[in-house]
């Protein structure tokens, strides 16, 4: 292993470089007392060091934050133990709750890199430094000694970051064609996660006018850097029950009467292994975010007061995993039908599903429907072949006419097609294969539409360790802001990766304004889902 340092390079194996970087390490710490370009150079030295870690091969940077922090958790029991009555006997919270007059040395370099660096090179360190220490505590795993040690030390980071990234040092600001390219970079990632297509158009500077893109970022950072989080909405004539209503251009009228927030997070430069996590500039920018969108809308009227009509669309990822687990297609009042098409469609079809089926139509031309793997995804995509043409991914998929008929839209298009079908391929069952491929896709049929959403519905209100509060991710995050859920969508975004995920389900969330939402946010931090409000 060859690691370059000031003055040229030397050759250190994993171990000769871990006591390296411990030694740099407890120098950032003491930077403090060096001051000015010292305490620059310790800071440096110290994050190429642990740069060198991770380029050592997998497991050594893991290695490394597992032992520090193991023996940062063992001072502070020593310091923990002299300062008890005798006899004292240290319970595993104290921990948590003790203040040691010294902080170790990993939360002490945390604020010197800050410090010595600046708030704009500092913090991106801080959070990559945070982000290591994260992935070493989930290869760990929470059940090992060193994971325990991994995810107290993560605590103290949040605490440390927590002050930096008070609300009162972040700027939300407007993204677009002016902005930087980093920026936009950055924003076009975000976007990519939840549409790709609207990526491209960011990239490509074509996006429609009713669109917005909203910026967190640090005042003393960079302003051409990757900011923390971005945010993506669109002006609507109502609040969409699509994903393609959204994002697609062309669709608003002059005069918008809704805003609806569907992509929020950070680039993946920035927030790697959660490295943003629990310091709350989620709401931050969210909040920020319908206040500038209400300025945009006309207001309604509402009772004896007013309101702007600002919402979120959301997927409900991990739907399909949780069905999956709980084998829902078990529970009592679903048919038998039903259950077998719900069975397919989150477990993939199964091993024993045929994976294509072909067949001549009524006028004798060969035609091929297959399931095959979406290109980027998990997910899979039914394809359909007729005669020498290509292959077309099919939509939407309807067994007519007792199985004589087969009714779907493809893309590009959409197009809609039928394929008659010759009564020996009727006799032989293919229509019905066919089916259940378009189940395999998770192209579920219409008449589905109530159990799914009633399961989506029971997914969404499972409650945390606490009994309190959601334990689905984006439930918990928009009732935490005060939000009502407004309804369940059927179909809501049809791309691969989300009918694999989630089977397209997608959930809307309504802001009603900052004193509705205040009260219902304080509401739900009380009483947990037992206070959340659900709108028709």
């Not at 740069?51 to 922090?69: I, N």
């Not at 059927?490 to 809307?508: C, F, K, P, V, Y």
């Amino acid at each position: 292993i060859t690691w370059g340092r000031r003055g040229g390079h030397r050759s250190f194996c994993a171990a000769d470089l871990q006591k390296v970087a411990s030694e740099a390490l407890e120098r950032v710490a003491s930077a403090s007392r060096l001051g000015g370009p010292a305490a620059i150079t310790a800071c440096r030295e110290f994050l190429e060091a642990h740069t060198a870690l991770r380029g050592c091969g997998p497991g050594v940077q893991t290695e490394w934050w597992a032992g520090r922090a193991l023996v940062e958790e063992e001072t502070q029991l020593e310091a923990l133990s002299r300062a008890l009555p005798r006899g004292g006997r240290v319970a595993p919270k104290l921990l948590d709750t003790f203040t040691p007059a010294e902080p170790e040395a990993a939360e002490a370099a945390l604020q010197r890199l800050v410090a010595a660096l600046g708030a704009g090179e500092g913090l991106a360190e801080a959070l990559e430094l945070r982000a290591a220490v994260r992935s070493a505590a989930r290869e760990i795993g929470p059940h090992a000694s060193a994971g325990f040690a991994l995810d107290r030390l993560d605590r103290k980071m949040q605490n440390v970051l927590s002050l930096w990234f008070d609300p009162g040092f972040l700027q939300v600001q407007r993204i677009g064609e002016d902005s930087a390219a980093e920026v936009r970079e950055a924003a076009a990632a975000v976007a990519h996660a939840v549409s790709p297509d609207y990526a491209v158009q960011l990239i490509e500077g074509s996006v429609d006018p009713h669109h917005r893109c909203f910026a967190l970022r640090h005042a003393q950072m960079d302003p051409h850097s990757p900011p923390l989080l971005v945010a993506h909405a669109s002006l609507a004539n109502t609040l969409p029950s699509s994903l393609a209503e959204v994002v697609l251009p062309g669709r608003t009228a002059e005069a918008p009467q809704a805003a609806c927030l569907w992509a929020l997070g950070a680039p993946p430069s920035i927030g790697r292994d959660g490295s943003l996590h629990g310091l709350g500039l989620g709401q931050v920018l969210r909040r920020e975010v319908c206040r500038q969108l209400r300025t945009e809308l006309p207001t309604v009227a509402s009772g004896g007061g007013s309101e702007n009509i600002v919402g979120a669309l959301v997927p409900l990822r991990g739907f399909a995993a949780w069905l999956h687990a709980c084998r829902a297609w078990e529970r009592p009042g679903i048919d038998e039908a039903a259950a077998g098409a719900l069975q397919r469609a989150v477990q993939g079809g199964g091993r024993g599903l045929r994976r294509e089926v072909q067949f001549a139509d009524e006028d004798g031309d060969n035609v091929t429907f297959r399931l095959v793997q979406a290109e980027g995804t998990s997910g899979q995509i039914l394809e359909t072949i007729s005669g020498e043409g290509p292959p077309r991914r099919i939509l939407k998929l309807v067994v007519a006419e007792q199985g004589r008929a087969l009714r779907f839209l493809v893309e590009p298009g959409p197009e809609a097609l039928q394929v008659n079908v010759a009564e020996e391929a009727v006799a032989r069952g293919d229509p019905v294969h066919v089916g259940h491929l378009a189940e395999a896709a998770g192209l579920l049929p219409a008449s589905m539409r109530d159990v799914v959403l009633r399961l989506a519905y029971d997914f969404i209100i499972q409650r945390r360790g606490n009994g309190c509060h959601a334990a689905e991710r984006a439930t918990h995050f928009h009732l935490s802001g005060g939000a009502a859920l407004h309804a369940l969508h059927w179909r809501g975004d049809e791309s691969a990766a989300a009918l694999s995920d989630s089977l397209g389900i997608m959930a809307s969330f309504v802001y009603r304004g900052p004193d509705a939402e205040s009260e219902a946010a304080q509401a739900y931090a009380a009483e947990g889902l037992d206070a959340a409000t659900f709108t028709a």
